[in-house]
C-alpha cells in the first residue's frame, strides 16, 4: 500500500515538472538578500509581477549579501536551463567569469538596479536601474538649492556624507554625483566621508562617532534612508535636532524616510524606485514575441520630496512628502 | 625569588598584552586628538557622553555574546551560530511588536502583543537553539563547529520567514529603553554587559562550574571517568551562548528599532571568537579568561571607533583593522611573551642581587 503510495506520488511529481517546464516560461532572478525596506519592495514587486503574470515561472534566490551565492545561483540556473535571468549584484566587480557562462548558455540576461563593472564585456538584453551619479547629484544640488531659498546661499556650511557598502556600483555611483556636485556649491565645505554599509546600524555608529570628531555639522547626505534614520538617533543622542541642527539628505525614499520627513525629523529624500515590474514584463513580453533588445538601459522615472516641496533642481523639483505619503507603496 | 616569579608570569600572560594593546591604542588616539577622551553629561538624554562611552556602549553585543563563546571555545569548540541568533531574536521581538501588520504602516498603527511576550520569546527561542547545538554536539557526538553551522546557516533564513522577509519599524516606546534607553547615567547596553559579565563571571568562578569547563576541554573522558557529567556542562554551555546571542540580538534591534535579518549579527561569529582569542583563551579549550575576553571585545570595538573619529578612507577601512588585530596577535605570540618574561625575569634577578 506504501509502495503504491509512493509511486503514485512519484509520478504526479515528474508529471506537474513536466507540465511547468514544457508550458511555462521560466524566469530565475538572483537578488541579493533583504538588505532594506528598499530592497524589500524591490523584490516583492518583481516577484509579484513574474507570479501574477498567467505561464511565466519564478525561480527566487536570495544570495544573502554573499557574491558566492548569487556566483552559485547563477551557476544553477544554467544548469536548469531557464528561459531569462534577472540579476542584481551585491558588489561590483567580479562577475565576468559567471556572467561570460550565462552569455555562452545563450540564456537573455536582464540586469536589474545595479551594473556590474563587466557590463561592456558582457552581452545582457536590458539594464533597469536609477541614475546613480544624478540621483547623488540631486542629494548635494537639493541641500545647496535648499540653503539658497532660505537666503542662506553664501553661507559657509560643512557637510558630510555618509557613503554606502564600498564597491556597491550604488555607492560608487551616488559618490560620483556627490563629489560633482559638490564643485557648483563652493559654500559646502567636505568634513566627513565614510561608509555606513547603507545598514541602520552602522549609519548610526558613524554618525555618532562624527558628532564627537567633527565640530561642526550642517548637512548629512546619506546614500540611502536607513543610514540616515539611524543617524538620525544618533544626533537626537547628542543633544541636537535633526532636522534643523543638520540638513539630513537621504535617498531612495523608503517609507520610513517620509515618516521622519512629515515627523521633521529628516529633511529631504531623493528617489530611487525599487518598483521595475512595470518595466521588466512588457520587455519579457516583447522578447516573447521574438523582438530584439541590445543593452537597451532603462531609467525608471524618479522625483525627489521633502518637507515644503518646490526646490527646483534643473532636471527635476521636488515634491511636498507629506502630500505623497498615502500613496507610497514601500 | 617570589617577587620575581610573578612579574615573569605576568608578563607571561596573554591577557596582560591584551591590555597592553588597548592602552597602546587608546594611546595613539590621544596622541592624536586629546578630546577623544573628553566625557560630557548630555542633558537631553540623561547620559555621559564621549568616544569612551560609545566604545563601551556599542561593545556590548560582542561583549555578552563572547562570555558564552569563552566558554564553548574553553570546551574545545566554536559556535558559529551566534550571528544568526541575533537576527533571529531581532525577527521574533518584532514580530510580536507588529503583530497583525506586514505592510509597512506609520508606527501607531498596529496592535503590540504583550511587552513580556517581546522580551521573552525571543530569549526562550534562543536559548532552545543553544541547547539544541548543544544537543548534537554532547548527545550526537558532531564537532561544534559542524553542529552550529547548521543553525548558522539556516538561523537568518528562519528570521526572513518570521518577518516575511521584511525590515519592520516600530516606535514602541518601552522596546526603546533596552538600546537607548539609560540608567545611572549610562547607556543601558552598558548596564546589560556589566550584569551579563559579572553573572558569567560568579557562575563559573564561585561555583565549580567554571573548573567543570576547563576540565572538559582538556579531556572529556578524563573528566567523565572522574565524576563530572560531561554532556550536562556541554549542553549548559551552548544554551547560555544561545541566550546570550538572544540578549545581544534585543539590544541591536532595540538600536535601530527594527530587524535586519540580513545584517543583524553578521560576522558576529568571527568578532566573538577574535575576542575571545585576543583575551588570552586557547582555541584547543582548557583555561579561559573572562576578564580577558573583555578586553578583546573593547579592542575590536576601539578599532572600529578609531576608524570612524579619524576618517579612515572606507576602501582602507578592512586593512587597517586587520593590521592592528595582527599586531595584537603577534604581540601576544609565544616568543614575544617569553622574550619579554625573560627580561624582566633577568632584571628583577639582577636589581635583586645588587640589593643583596
Not at chain 1, 536590458?126 to 539658497?148: P, S
Not at chain 2, 549548559?236 to 534585543?250: E, H, K, N, Q, R
Not at chain 2, 576578564?291 to 582602507?316: D, K, N, P, Q
Amino acid at each position: 500500500m506504501k509502495k503504491v503510495f509512493l509511486l503514485v506520488v512519484a509520478l504526479v511529481m515528474v508529471f506537474a515538472v513536466s507540465a511547468a517546464s514544457a508550458k511555462d516560461v521560466v524566469i530565475a532572478f538572483s537578488q541579493i538578500g533583504q538588505e532594506s525596506d528598499w530592497r524589500t519592495a524591490n523584490t516583492d514587486d518583481l516577484r509579484s509581477a513574474i507570479e501574477n503574470h498567467p505561464g511565466w515561472k519564478l525561480v527566487y534566490d536570495d544570495g544573502q549579501q554573499k557574491q558566492e551565492n548569487q556566483i552559485k545561483a547563477l551557476r544553477n540556473f544554467i544548469t536548469q536551463d531557464v528561459d531569462y535571468i534577472l540579476f542584481t549584484g551585491v558588489v561590483s566587480t567580479g562577475w565576468d567569469e559567471v556572467l561570460k557562462e550565462v552569455n555562452e548558455a545563450e540564456i537573455p540576461l536582464l540586469l536589474i538596479d545595479r551594473l556590474p563593472d563587466c557590463a561592456d564585456k558582457i552581452d545582457y538584453v536590458a539594464a533597469f536601474g536609477g541614475d546613480f551619479v544624478e540621483e547623488g547629484r540631486r542629494q548635494v544640488a537639493w541641500a545647496g538649492e535648499y540653503f539658497k531659498s532660505i537666503g542662506k546661499g553664501d553661507v559657509d556650511m560643512n557637510i558630510v556624507i555618509m557613503e554606502g557598502t564600498t564597491g556597491a556600483s550604488a555607492q560608487t555611483g551616488r559618490t560620483e554625483g556627490n563629489l560633482k556636485a559638490l564643485a557648483e556649491y563652493p559654500h559646502f565645505k567636505l568634513v566627513g566621508q565614510q561608509s555606513g554599509n547603507f545598514t541602520r546600524a552602522e549609519g548610526q555608529a558613524v554618525m555618532e562617532s562624527w558628532l564627537k570628531s567633527i565640530d561642526k555639522i550642517d548637512v548629512l547626505i546619506a546614500q540611502n534612508d536607513d543610514m540616515a534614520l539611524g543617524a538620525i538617533d544618533a544626533i537626537k543622542a547628542a543633544g541636537k535636532v535633526p532636522g534643523k541642527d543638520i540638513i539630513i539628505v537621504g535617498c531612495d525614499s523608503v517609507k520610513a524616510a517620509f515618516d521622519a520627513i512629515v515627523a521633521g525629523e529628516m529633511n529631504c529624500t531623493v528617489e530611487c524606485t525599487p518598483l521595475y515590474g512595470a518595466f521588466v514584463v512588457p520587455t519579457i513580453e516583447a522578447l516573447e514575441r521574438g523582438e530584439r533588445f541590445d543593452k537597451t538601459v532603462v531609467h525608471p522615472e524618479e522625483g525627489v520630496f521633502d518637507m515644503d516641496g518646490g526646490i527646483d533642481l534643473g532636471s527635476v523639483k521636488s515634491v511636498k512628502a507629506a502630500d505623497v505619503i498615502a500613496s507610497r507603496r514601500y | 625569588m617570589r617577587k620575581n616569579l610573578n612579574l615573569s608570569s605576568i608578563m607571561q600572560s596573554k591577557v596582560t598584552w591584551a591590555v597592553i594593546a588597548e592602552m597602546l591604542i587608546l594611546l595613539v588616539c590621544f596622541a592624536i586628538r586629546p578630546d577623544f577622551f573628553s566625557i560630557s553629561y548630555q542633558p537631553s538624554t540623561g547620559m555621559l557622553y564621549g568616544s569612551l562611552i560609545d566604545i563601551v556602549n556599542r561593545s556590548a553585543e560582542i561583549t555578552i555574546i563572547s562570555m558564552g563563546m569563552t566558554l564553548v571555545i574553553a570546551l574545545g569548540g566554536t559556535d558559529l551560530s551566534v550571528g544568526a541568533l541575533v537576527a533571529v531574536a531581532g525577527a521574533i521581538a518584532l514580530k510580536f511588536l507588529r503583530w497583525d501588520v506586514l505592510e509597512y504602516t506609520t508606527p501607531g498603527d498596529y496592535s503590540v502583543c504583550p511587552y513580556i511576550l517581546v522580551l521573552t520569546v525571543p530569549l526562550i527561542i534562543c536559548a532552545l537553539m543553544g541547547l539544541f547545538n548543544g544537543f548534537l554536539v554532547a548527545k550526537g557526538g558532531i564537532q561544534p563547529i559542524i553542529a552550529t553551522l547548521i543553525l548558522m546557516v539556516c538561523g537568518r533564513g528562519v528570521a526572513q520567514i518570521l518577518t516575511d522577509g521584511k525590515q519592520f519599524t516600530t516606535g514602541y516606546s518601552p522596546f526603546r529603553v533596552i538600546g537607548q534607553g539609560s540608567f545611572l547615567y549610562l547607556p543601558m547596553p552598558i548596564i546589560i554587559t556589566i550584569v551579563v559579565v559579572v553573572a558569567v563571571a560568579l557562575f563559573t568562578r564561585k561555583t565549580a562550574f567554571g573548573a567543570f569547563v576547563e576540565s572538559v576541554g582538556v579531556n572529556p573522558s578524563a573528566s567523565r571517568l572522574s565524576g563530572i557529567k560531561a554532556d550536562q556542562v556541554i549542553l549548559i554551555v551552548f544554551l547560555l551562548t544561545g541566550l546570550l546571542s538572544g540578549i545581544a540580538g534585543l539590544i541591536y534591534s532595540s538600536r535601530i528599532m527594527s530587524n535586519d535579518s540580513n545584517n543583524a549579527g553578521l560576522n558576529f561569529e568571527m568578532d566573538a571568537i577574535l575576542a575571545v582569542v585576543i583575551g588570552g583563551t586557547n582555541m584547543s579549550g582548557g583555561k579561559f579568561s573572562i576578564i580577558g575576553t573583555l578586553v578583546g571585545s573593547l579592542i575590536i570595538r576601539t578599532i572600529v571607533t578609531f576608524v570612524y573619529y579619524f576618517g579612515i578612507v572606507a576602501e582602507a577601512t578592512m586593512a587597517f583593522k586587520a593590521l592592528i588585530i595582527a599586531v595584537v596577535i603577534v604581540l601576544q605570540s609565544a616568543p614575544v611573551r617569553e622574550y619579554f618574561a625573560k627580561r624582566a625575569a633577568k632584571r628583577v634577578k639582577v636589581s635583586g642581587g645588587v640589593q643583596a
